[in-house]
Each structure stands twice: as structure tokens, then as C-alpha cells.
């Protein structure tokens, strides 16, 4: 799994954007009817449709239908390791509690861990691969090579070191528990910027030789500005296509973490402690393994097939439609 | 009889909106030896109909009417097997971007090789790399025992360099008739009348059959003898070099030749021609150039003017043709 | 070419000695490595100062890692706290191990990745291709611990309690007294390599499938083609050779990449390997053991990135017999076929 976090995933999808490419095609100041004809392609696209639907209905389930179900920590031992039935939709573990409710309370963990991965990593790998781009020579030269072989560190038994640390105090946050869902937000955005980074740089590169941002500079305006104001929203699509994927790389990693123990710890559900818990009994107790284990694939699925929608839908050179 | 007759070409491209002609009723003829040229802005289908003579449209493409005989015998509908015997050896073609035209991990001389030995089983690798050598000697790369550039990778010569290499390429199997499309494009002025002096010597001396595709009009009236313009998949107006610049007689000519500059002549400024060329999908109906045209009528927008001769050897498609004031020059 | 890779040396030394002070810094937040002995009562404060001082432990963070470097680099890497054994035998014999399973699973994924990336290139859009797209988008969602634990569920509980066979093994290297039977092994192995090949081979197919097409669609095949050269040779001669070059490069990258993959799936089988070993240690707080480990990951990781540099120079004529600079390869995307179609 965190060969996920080295991403040849996200690497060999990031990769297959082009950013040159794209920002032929969008970043041209007549680019609006470009992106109406993207989200056209995208709604065109059979398999990101089914992943919008698959996202919209997890994201319902562990967000509203949460609050319909009992307690994922109410005791039951009358009714321990209870088969899958309709008072129980997915049984019930070792101590009775209903497990339905524990992989929903999970999943919601999970997934906003993942959806603070995706923006604050976002936010690191765009500033890095601006200043990369923008200001080019041996920043350039350094901060890339330093991103390369970020993308490639064995991040997670770093990230199972960082969590045995326990609570830091982070001045302004106060105390985070690294093993706790702030924490665990902080560290995996720590490690998974470097696509994006790549990404903005590429797109920052070919597009600080186009004309309008010499025309900016020419009206004088600063570098930020120029940066913020016409380099950024003409590489968004190729942010948003590799946010997408950090999403899913988040799940994947936190997931891992938490089945390791160096994650979320129980009482607290996860979908990776909960997978963890069951696997001295998952021989006699299948549910308590599938259900959380198809909970994380089928995110993770959707999420990949909405990136993949979103990436032909900027990228129509791309002939590849699944 | 020609050596190429090409009769209500069509081809067509499937889009995410349907199918669309790039290519429309494409009819021209090249004569043994002949040089003509294909005129037309990018997306006019110069290349397209190009591609298509080598058997190299593939899908979404595929030509979906018409006729390319070439010497007697129809190419189209040949088999990828028959086509291939034609490549190279009959027809062979030069691309507009040397830098990509050639395999950036094979040496040159090598891919020169490839060239004789595809078509010519019998000969070795020995010979086949003589021969490679002598043909890149002949381009003025220079063989292996001049200390020409046969062992070097495309990324160590120059833009001018690889064309030639791309040239000789092209010219290891004697075709009869040569497309170049855009040959020179992408290299600089010096550079490209070099290229051309040397592309028409080899023309020359291997009586080669030349069709010349470019969008500019200037290096048209250089190299060709006679001239075919394409405006959004259609010829809208072929005639002898001379005849054509001298006297223009479609709207889009004129407003192409207008907007060139000259040598040697003094005028004010260039008139542009209003508006941009349709796109695949948005190509008008009737003459497809009438909403850019100050001449239109509106049935213009009716029908597809066919094209009519309108002086000995000289075809034009425009109803309005005999009604245009003449060309002031 | 010699030039090249002494520069992307230069750039990998600081990488090494950043990540690895990172990874110091982490283990001396991790709290007091003599936190037990001073909780002891029976322990004589001369003992706790003694071996404060043989650790350094009153110095700063920055001396006490240039302490640690220097024993690492001329290979004494400490006493395990846990064991007492020399670091060096432990990760010794566990690296051996693990260097079994990814030695494996790389070889059978570069197999298995070049056969269905190629042939899903060639023949785009046919049934064996969007099986090998299906096929790849379940490798790139599927957890692979929750992988491992199917495979076991199916592959051996299910084989057991429905025919009473045991094909596959779950946990360790041997079963006990069939140390060094062969085919004992090569049942122990079997499902720790399937999982760990379910991503690389998602990715890597995947990856050779689109530089395939990104080459398929290049201007000099199209060149190749006017000359009449046929397909099987534009594909082997033309195609394969450029795609080749990125494919190689990803696939040392990811070599290096699946150190981390590897302990994840060590874990759950129980494979006595480097990543047990790790996690035996973080558990223990055996610090000696964490630091050591996680300075050689890093080094493993940028070792693989600089034979990745290698490759890519001894394959592309034109960084091996360049008369212009190497382009920087900023990107595994870069060193992809974009750019080999286009310089």
C-alpha cells in the first residue's frame, strides 16, 4: 500500500496528463466554452458518472445515514458475532456492537481525514511547484529532485515512526495526537504533495512563456500576482484531476496505517482498525473483514474512476475511453 | 494519363458529433515528373488528402468515397500488405517536423538502411548500409567514408540536417512520386532554400513526380507548376502556378494573395481576410467559405459550388465567378 | 553521461542526510530511550550516567546525529536494545528475506506488466484490453491488505474446508522442520508475491500500455510506416524500443518504492523480513534498530532513483552520446515517452 504513497498510481496517471497539453487546450483566455466542453466530455464519461453516483451515496450513507443507526460503541453481548441480517445489515462483532454502524462511523473518519489530505496537500504541492515553475534555475533544479525523491521515501514506516511519537504541541493548534484524525490529516499531507507539485510546475513552466503573462508583467504587475491571478486558474484542471487522486491515496494510506495499529486507535472505528480487528476471526467471522474491505475498494474505485473521468475529460487527446 | 489521378476523394473523421468530411470531393492529377502543389491554411485537409495517397489514414478516418489511381491501378481498398509494397517504393513521403520525424533512438544511417532493405529482400545488411551511405552522401550529410554523420543519432545533427536525412530516406527506393508536406516549415529561411535547391536537384535527376503541400503561397509559387488551393476539405481553385498568381480567380485566392506579401510590390497594407477557418464540425453549409466572403450571395449558403473550368487547365468553384470584378495588380 | 550521473549523485547525498535527520529527529521525540532503567528503583544513578553519557544523551540533537552518522557510515550501526545482537546481524539476515519477496514479485511483475501492457497497446480498444483496464483499476483500489486477507480466505480456508488442501501457507518463510525444502518455500511465498504483485502489475502494465500508445501515435512511426515498413517490425524495432526506456526507469523507481509495500505484506504473513523487523522494533521502542532501518530505506530508495538515472542514460542515445546537456529528468513523467517523442 504505500507503494501507493510512492504512487506508481498516481505517477502513471499525473504523468499522463500532460500539462503543456492542457494548458493548450484550457488556459487560453477564451478557455471557458473549453471547460463547458470538458464537463460535457466528463458527463459523457460512463465510469466517472458511476463514480460520482457510488461518492454521493458513501458520502450520504457516512454522513446522514450515520445519525439513523445505533451506537458504533453500544455493548451487546447477548448478540455477539451475529450473521448478517436485516436488524444487523452487517452482522455484529465480538462484542455485540453493530457493524453497519461501526464501518459508517469509519468510513466518516476516513473520508474526512482524506478530503483534508487532499486540500491542505494541495495547498503545499501548488506553492512548491509555482515557485518551482515560476522561478526556475537551481530553485527549480533543487526542489524538484528533493520532490522526486520525497515521492519515492518508504513513507510508511515514517509515518508509523511519526505516529509512535504521540501528542505534539503545535503552538497554534495546541496538542495533536499524530495518531488521532488532526494528526493523522497533518502527516499525510506532509507526504502526498509531490504529484501536485510536479504537476503545477509543468503547467507553471510553459505557461510563464505565454503571451498574457508577459502582458501582465509588461502592466507591471508582481510575480505573485501573476502566479495567483493567471497561472493558477489556468492550470486548475490538472490540480483538480491529481486532488482527486491524493483522495484516494489518502484513504489507501490511512487505512493501511489504522489496519498497522498506528493509526486511529480503538474504540473509534476506522475501516483499516476495523479490517485489523477481525483478522484473528476473519476464518469463522467473514462479514467483520468484506464489509469494511469493500467499504475502502469501493471509495477508492470511484474515487479513481472519477479522476480518470475528469483527466480524459481535459485531456480529449487521450483517445483511451474505458 | 497521369501517373496520379485522384477522383471525388472523401474522407471523414468520426467525432464525438458524428461523422465529419476533413476531406470533400477531392479531384487533382499529377502528371509523370510533374510538381504541383496543395495550397490551403491548417485544417484545410492538405495533409489529410496527403496521408490518405500513402494508405496512412487511419481511424477515427477513413476515406469514405472516391478514387486514388495511381499509375493505372487503384490504391484504394488495397490491403495493408498491398499498400505496404507501394509505400516508399512508388510513393514516398517527407513530413513537416524532422525533429519527430525521425526515431530518436536509432542512428541515422540505420534508419536510412531500413528504408532499402523493407523493400528489397534480397539485399543485405552490408549493402543495404552502403546504400544508405551513398544516399546520405548524395543529400549532403555526407556516407560513412567521408566522415559523414551515418553513425549519429537524429538529436546530434541539425534541423536541416535531419531533413536531409528524412529526404534520402524517402528517396532510397526511386519513387515516382514524392508528397512533402511542409517540408520546411520548421526550419529557417537559409536553411529552408537550401532544402528546396536541393529537393528540386534530386527532383530532377530522378525525374520524380513532386506534390508539395504548404500553406505558403510564396514557396508554392517556387517549387510548383501548377497550384491546387484547399479551403475546408475542398479544392476551390487549381490552375498553372504562373496563371494562378497572375490571376486569381476564386474570392479565397485572392483574399490569400492579398494578404501575402510581395517582393517587388509596393502596396499599403496586407487585407486580411475577416473571420477564421470552420473547424471539423462547423463547416457551413453551401460554400463552405461564403460567410467570410465579401462577394457572397445568399445562394451561396444553398448549394456546394462545383468547380468549372473556367480557362484551359484552370478550374475554379465559385457561382459567382464570372460576376467577380478582375483582379486589380 | 559520466557527467549526468555525478550530478544526480551531488543532488542525492544532501536528499539522504535531510531524510535520515528527519527520521533522528522523529526517534528523539519518541521519548527517553532510559526511561525504563531510571523508573527502575534498583538502579544506581552512576549506571544512568554512565550511559548517558556513552549515548550522548545530554548533547544536543545535531551532535548526537553527527555521533550517529559517523558509526553508521563506517558500519557500526549499535546493539539492539531488545536483543543486544549488533544491528548489522539483524537487518542482515531479515534484508535477505525481503529481498526474496521483492526480487520476485519484480521479476514476475516486469514479465507479466511489459506482456499485457504491450498487448493491450497493440490491439487498443479490443476485449483484452479493457479486461487489462478492468483489471487495473480493481489493483489500483484494492487495498492490498484486504487483498492478503481474500487471497487467505479463498485461496486457503475456503481449499481447506472445501477439499481439504493445503496449497498455500500464511504464515513465516518455512513450516517447521522443512527448513530449506524448496517447494515448502514456494508455497510460503506464493501469497505474500501475489499480493505485493497485485499493484505493481496494475501499475506497471498500465504505464507501459500508455507509452506504448504516447509512441504508437509518435511522427517517426508514422515516418516508418511511408517507408512500408510492416507493423510487427514498426512495433518490436520502432515502438518497444522507446517504450522500453520509461518502463525500465519506473519500474527501478519502484523497486526502491516497494520497500514500503513490502512491510505491510511481511506483517501480515508473518515473513521474517525487514518490515517485521521494523515493526517488531517501533513496538519495542528499540530504537537502534528503527534508526538503522529507516537510514537504509532511504538510501535503498535514492540508490534505486540514481539506477533509474543510469538506465535512462545507458538507454537514450541521447543522454548516452549527447552532445547537449542530459535533460533533467524532473518527472518519472519526463522520463516518459512524452518526451522521447518530443525533445
Redesign the interface.
Known amino acids: 500500500m504505500s507503494m501507493r504513497i510512492g504512487d506508481e498510481s498516481a505517477r502513471t496517471r499525473a504523468e499522463s496528463i500532460d500539462p503543456l497539453l492542457v494548458s493548450n487546450e484550457m488556459a487560453t483566455p477564451e478557455g471557458r466554452s473549453e471547460w463547458r466542453r470538458a464537463l460535457r466530455r466528463f458527463r459523457r464519461h460512463l465510469p466517472a458518472m458511476l463514480g460520482v453516483v457510488l461518492l454521493v451515496l458513501m458520502a450520504f450513507a457516512c454522513f446522514v445515514v450515520v445519525r439513523f443507526v445505533p451506537s458504533p460503541t453500544k455493548l451487546h453481548l447477548a448478540n455477539v458475532y451475529a450473521h448478517p441480517s436485516s436488524s444487523h445489515w452487517f452482522g455484529t462483532d465480538e462484542l455485540g456492537r453493530d457493524s453497519f454502524s461501526r464501518v459508517l462511523h469509519g468510513g466518516q473518519i476516513s473520508l474526512r481525514i482524506a478530503l483534508g489530505v487532499a486540500l491542505l496537500s494541495t495547498v503545499v504541492g501548488v506553492v512548491i511547484g509555482a515557485l518551482a515553475g515560476f522561478y526556475g534555475g537551481w530553485l527549480d533544479g533543487l526542489l524538484m529532485r528533493f520532490t522526486d525523491l520525497w515521492i519515492a521515501l518508504p513513507a510508511l514506516p515514517i509515518l508509523a515512526l511519526a505516529v509512535s511519537i504521540g501528542t505534539v504541541d503545535l503552538g497554534v493548534f495546541g496538542g495533536v495526537d499524530l495518531g488521532g484524525p488532526l494528526g493523522m490529516t497533518l502527516l499525510l499531507s506532509l507526504l502526498l504533495w509531490g504529484s501536485i507539485a510536479r504537476v503545477v510546475r509543468g503547467a507553471t513552466l510553459s505557461l510563464r512563456e505565454r503571451e498574457f503573462v508577459d502582458a501582465a508583467r509588461a502592466m507591471g504587475a508582481s510575480n505573485t500576482r501573476i502566479i495567483t491571478r493567471h497561472v493558477l486558474p489556468n492550470c486548475l484542471g490538472p490540480i483538480v484531476v491529481n486532488a482527486t487522486l491524493v483522495v484516494a491515496e489518502a484513504i489507501l494510506v490511512e487505512t493501511t496505517l489504522s489496519f498497522l495499529g498506528f493509526g486511529i486507535q480503538p474504540p473509534t472505528p476506522s475501516w483499516g482498525n476495523l479490517l485489523s480487528d477481525s483478522i484473528g476471526t476473519f476464518e469463522d467471522y467473514w462479514w467483520l473483514t468484506v464489509f469494511p474491505g469493500l467499504a475502502i475498494f469501493i471509495t477508492v474505485l470511484a474515487i479513481n474512476f472519477v479522476g480518470d473521468g475528469l483527466r480524459d475529460a481535459i485531456d480529449p487527446r487521450r483517445p483511451v475511453r474505458v | 494519363m497521369s501517373l496520379l489521378e485522384v477522383r471525388g476523394l472523401a474522407i471523414a473523421f468520426d467525432t464525438?458529433a458524428g461523422a465529419r468530411r476533413a476531406v470533400d470531393d477531392v479531384t487533382f492529377s499529377i502528371d509523370a515528373a510533374e510538381r504541383v502543389a496543395l495550397v490551403g491554411e491548417s485544417g484545410s485537409g492538405k495533409t489529410v488528402t496527403g496521408l490518405a495517397l500513402?494508405g496512412?489514414i487511419d481511424l477515427p478516418g477513413r476515406i469514405v468515397e472516391g478514387s486514388i489511381r495511381f499509375d493505372g491501378r487503384e490504391l484504394v481498398g488495397l490491403t495493408?500488405r498491398e499498400y505496404?509494397?507501394?509505400?516508399?517504393?512508388e510513393i514516398?513521403?517527407v513530413?513537416q517536423?524532422s525533429?519527430?520525424?525521425?526515431?530518436?533512438?536509432?542512428r541515422v544511417g540505420d534508419q536510412v538502411a531500413?528504408?532499402v532493405l523493407?523493400?528489397d529482400q534480397a539485399a543485405s545488411r552490408a549493402s543495404a548500409s552502403a546504400r544508405a551511405g551513398e544516399l546520405l552522401t548524395l543529400v549532403g550529410v555526407g556516407g560513412a567514408d567521408d566522415g559523414g554523420r551515418v553513425r549519429d543519432?537524429p538529436?546530434?545533427l541539425s534541423g536541416g540536417m535531419r531533413q536531409r536525412v528524412?529526404l534520402a530516406?524517402?528517396l532510397?527506393n526511386r519513387p515516382r512520386l514524392l508528397v512533402a508536406d511542409e517540408p520546411t516549415t520548421a526550419l529557417d529561411v537559409t536553411t529552408q532554400a537550401e532544402i528546396l535547391a536541393l529537393l528540386e536537384q534530386l527532383r530532377r535527376e530522378q525525374d520524380l513526380a513532386l506534390l508539395f503541400i504548404t500553406h505558403d503561397l510564396g514557396v508554392a509559387a517556387g517549387v510548383a507548376d501548377r497550384v491546387a488551393v484547399m479551403y475546408a476539405g475542398r479544392v476551390v481553385e487549381e490552375a498553372a502556378a504562373t496563371e494562378l498568381f497572375a490571376s486569381p480567380r476564386h474570392p479565397y485566392t485572392r483574399g490569400l494573395l492579398e494578404s501575402s506579401p510581395r517582393l517587388g510590390t509596393v502596396r499599403g497594407a496586407l487585407a486580411a481576410i475577416p473571420g477564421q477557418p470552420p473547424g471539423l464540425s462547423e463547416i457551413p453549409e453551401g460554400c463552405a467559405f461564403h460567410p467570410r466572403c465579401g462577394f457572397a450571395e445568399p445562394r451561396c449558403a444553398q448549394t456546394v459550388p462545383p468547380l468549372e473550368e473556367v480557362s484551359t487547365r484552370h478550374t475554379v468553384a465559385c457561382v459567382r465567378v464570372h460576376e467577380l470584378p478582375p483582379v486589380a495588380s | 553521461m559520466r557527467g549526468f550521473v555525478a550530478r544526480r549523485l551531488l543532488v542525492a547525498i544532501p536528499v539522504v542526510l535531510v531524510a535520515t535527520f528527519v527520521v533522528f529527529l522523529l526517534v528523539s521525540a519518541t521519548g527517553d530511550p532510559l526511561a525504563d532503567i531510571r523508573t527502575q528503583p534498583a538502579t544506581d544513578p552512576q549506571t544512568i550516567r554512565l550511559l548517558e553519557a556513552q549515548y550522548h544523551l545530554n548533547d544536543p540533537v545535531v551532535e548526537r546525529y553527527v555521533y550517529w552518522l559517523g558509526d553508521f557510515v563506517q558500519g557500526d550501526w549499535g546493539t539492539s536494545f531488545a536483543t543486544d545482537r549488533p544491528v548489522t546481524d539483524m537487518v542482515g539476515e531479515a534484508a535477505w528475506n525481503s529481498f526474496l519477496l521483492v526480487g520476485t514479485t519484480v521479476v514476475l511483475s516486469v514479465f507479466v506488466a511489459l506482456l499485457v501492457g504491450i498487448v493491450s497497446a497493440v490491439r487498443q480498444r479490443s476485449a483484452f484490453d479493457y479486461a487489462a483496464t478492468g483489471f487495473s483499476y480493481f489493483g489500483f483500489s484494492m487495498p492490498d491488505f484486504f487483498f492478503a486477507l481474500l487471497l487467505q480466505l479463498v485461496l486457503v480456508v475456503w481449499l481447506r474446508e472445501q477439499f481439504d488442501v493445503q496449497l498455500f501457507y500464511v504464515q513465516g518463510k518455512y513450516t517447521i522442520g522443512e527448513e530449506g525444502n524448496l517447494v515448502n518455500l514456494l508455497q510460503h511465498m506464493a501469497l505474500p508475491v501475489a499480493t505485493l504483485m497485485l499493484t505493481t502489475v496494475a501499475a506497471w502494465s498500465r504505464y507501459q500500455r500508455d507509452s506504448m500508445l504516447d509512441v504508437l501515435r509518435a511522427d517517426y512511426i508514422r515516418t516508418a510506416r511511408a517507408k512500408g515498413v510492416p507493423r510487427s517490425r514498426i512495433i518490436r524495432h520502432h515502438a518497444l524500443r522507446n517504450a522500453l526506456i520509461p518502463f525500465v526507469t519506473v519500474v527501478a523507481i519502484d523497486t526502491g518504492v516497494l520497500l514500503g509495500g513490502v512491510v505491510v505484506v511481511e506483517r501480515i504473513f508473518s515473513w521474517p523480513g525487514l518490515g517485521l523487523v521494523f515493526f517488531t522494533a517501533l513496538e519495542r521502542s528499540d530504537y537502534p534498530v528503527v534508526l538503522a532501518w529507516t537510514a537504509l530505506a532511504t538510501v535503498f530508495v535514492v540508490l534505486c532513483n540514481l539506477g533509474a538515472d543510469v538506465v535512462y542514460g545507458i538507454l537514450d542515445p541521447r543522454i548516452r552520446v549527447g552532445r547537449r546537456a542530459a535533460p533533467a529528468r524532473k518527472s518519472s513523467r519526463e522520463a516518459g515517452a512524452p518526451e522521447v517523442v518530443a525533445p
Not at chain 2, 505496404?84 to 517504393?89: D, N
Not at chain 2, 525533429?99 to 536509432?106: F, Y
Open positions: 464525438d500513402l496512412l495493408e505496404r509494397a507501394v509505400r516508399g517504393r514516398a513521403m513530413f517536423d525533429m519527430t520525424a525521425l526515431n530518436p533512438s536509432l531500413e528504408a523493407v523493400h543519432y538529436h546530434q528524412v530516406m524517402a532510397a
